[in-house]
């Protein structure tokens, strides 16, 4: 199912009733900690006005249903950021490139640029939520940062990091790593 958390993908009419559904568990446990996988479909839709983004009405959208989040948390709430999205099926595509022993750079592998208004959103959303921490999963994807062309690959090894579709092969799982570690002794430091 293509649905996100903090925003009803109007088109999928499944939507609406899984956001229900996990506002109802949150209401049901209000749990300690609260971590939420913001999968990047419609906050990842173009920005009406990138200047006044905090009139964005998906952005919008988001800090309402975020707000309900926060309330009913304890604590904190962990928000999973925006992975860059590379083409359909990119390692069928990219293996086939590698085979051919043919040049590959990942640039040629970048769906579109939409994963930067995901990016943009979230950042605000961690600045309009004090109790939220936006989780950087996507950082490590990035060679030139701020947020330049992600890396798919990597290019000593020619490891893929990405399945056929945006779940991690295990060199992606492997860059996340730091990344989690990090994040789960910051958690230990701050909360135990």
Do not use: W
């Not at 088109?11 to 049901?28: F, G, H, S």
């Not at 893929?160 to 860059?175: C, E, I, K, R, S």
């Amino acid at each position: 199912m293509d649905c996100e958390v903090l925003v009803v993908d109007k088109k999928n009419k499944a939507c609406p009733e899984i956001v229900d559904t996990y506002l109802e568990q949150a209401t049901k446990f209000k749990p300690d900690f609260l971590f939420i996988v913001a999968r990047s479909f419609v906050i990842n839709e173009p920005i009406e006005d990138p200047i006044k983004i905090l009139d964005d009405q998906i952005l919008k959208e988001a800090v309402q249903r975020l707000k309900k989040y926060e309330e009913l948390t304890k604590y904190h709430v962990f928000i999973v950021g925006t992975i860059p999205a590379p083409i359909d099926y990119f390692l069928t595509k990219y293996t086939d490139k590698i085979d051919k022993k043919q040049n590959v750079t990942s640039s040629e592998f970048i769906k579109d640029k939409s994963y930067l208004n995901g990016i943009k959103r979230n950042l605000e959303l961690g600045k309009l939520c004090p109790k939220c921490t936006i989780l950087p999963f996507g950082d490590p994807f990035f060679v030139i940062k701020p947020y330049g062309n992600p890396q798919f690959f990597d290019p000593k090894t020619l490891l893929g990091y990405f399945f056929n579709g945006l779940h991690l092969t295990p060199a992606g799982q492997q860059l996340l790593k730091p990344v989690l570690e990090k994040q789960l002794r910051d958690f230990e430091k701050e909360y135990f």
